[in-house]
């Protein structure tokens, strides 16, 4: 009767263990232990990072429900009661309610013309060929690196000379312009990745190009519209150039504009806590809005890597 000869045992590589079975095995515990100091160390990186960020907008936040008094005496400590009286003397008595209406009607009218045009422009240089459609988008992305600084002059006279100066129409649509780069060359990307064959198919059933564009393309790139939507109005609800120079009635003042008077009435008055009420009313739509909407933020940026 033959035996069958058991087989030399296979040498492991270095820093590699060998189990029973003689199948050997990489080293698990240096690799492990270099791999939970680098997310300690992330972790670390990413808590401070927060902590500088929030730290400040508590701050702002816990300041506006102070007295004057207790701003200057305690500025690091919680309030003995909260005084709403900052809120109301700021929405009334400092006009913070007219420049909030007016920033909604120019921020809101500005975002919708941005993102269809943008969104109709993209879909065009994605979607067709047609000569000169790499030109028209590198014209897009040459805007993205123009100086805004450069062109307020030129700026001024052009909407002086069409009549829109002090007017929310004139702002809106200066506010479309500034922002259609940016959304032309973010969304023509993003319309790229998107399956061409439920297009295709709505074609061959009759569909017209608007009637797809609309009701199977839009839908489609939701991720992608309301990521640009997002940028599009943190940038718009911040501008403060662009008013400033376009935007010289009192009456027709936004929200920045009218900060920066609050700031200088009240810095005369010594009126810091309605201030910094006004200060949070300006900040907290724009905290909303992306905390609302971080989930669709993120699937719009990697949307693109992901198909």
Do not use: C
Request: glycine share 8%; hydrophobic share 50%; aromatic share 14%.
């Amino acid at each position: 009767m033959k035996t069958t000869e058991t087989p030399a045992p296979v040498p492991a590589e270095s820093g590699a263990s060998v189990t029973k079975t003689g199948a050997p095995q990489g080293p698990p515990a240096k690799e492990k232990k270099e791999g939970t100091v680098l997310n300690v160390f992330s972790h670390g990186v990413l808590i401070l990072w927060a902590f500088m960020v929030v730290m400040p907008l508590l701050w702002a936040v816990m300041t506006s429900f102070k007295d004057d008094a207790s701003i200057f005496g305690s500025p690091w400590s919680l309030p003995d009661k909260l005084h709403f009286d900052n809120w109301s003397r700021a929405w009334t008595d400092a006009n913070m309610s007219d420049y909030f209406l007016n920033t909604v009607l120019v921020v809101g009218g500005s975002l919708i013309g941005t993102l269809v045009l943008g969104s109709m422009a993209a879909y065009v240089l994605a979607r067709f060929d047609f000569p000169g459609n790499r030109f028209i988008y590198y014209l897009f992305v040459g805007g993205m690196s123009f100086p805004i600084m450069l062109a307020l002059v030129p700026l001024f006279y052009v909407v002086n000379n069409m009549g829109l100066l002090n007017t929310i129409h004139g702002l809106i649509l200066v506010y479309i312009a500034y922002s259609l780069p940016f959304t032309v060359f973010f969304l023509t990307s993003f319309f790229r990745t998107l399956p061409s064959s439920v297009a295709e198919a709505a074609f061959v059933d009759g569909a017209s190009h608007t009637r797809t564009f609309f009701q199977i393309m839009v839908p489609m790139a939701k991720p992608g519209l309301i990521s640009v939507g997002i940028f599009n109005f943190l940038g718009q609800w911040n501008q403060y150039m662009l008013p400033t120079v376009l935007n010289t009635d009192p009456d027709k003042r936004v929200l920045t504009q009218g900060l920066v008077q609050l700031a200088v009435s009240q810095g005369y008055k010594g009126d810091w806590s309605g201030l910094f009420a006004g200060l949070v009313m300006a900040m907290l739509p724009v905290l909303a809005a992306y905390i609302i909407f971080q989930r669709q933020v993120v699937q719009g940026l990697t949307a693109g890597a992901l198909k």
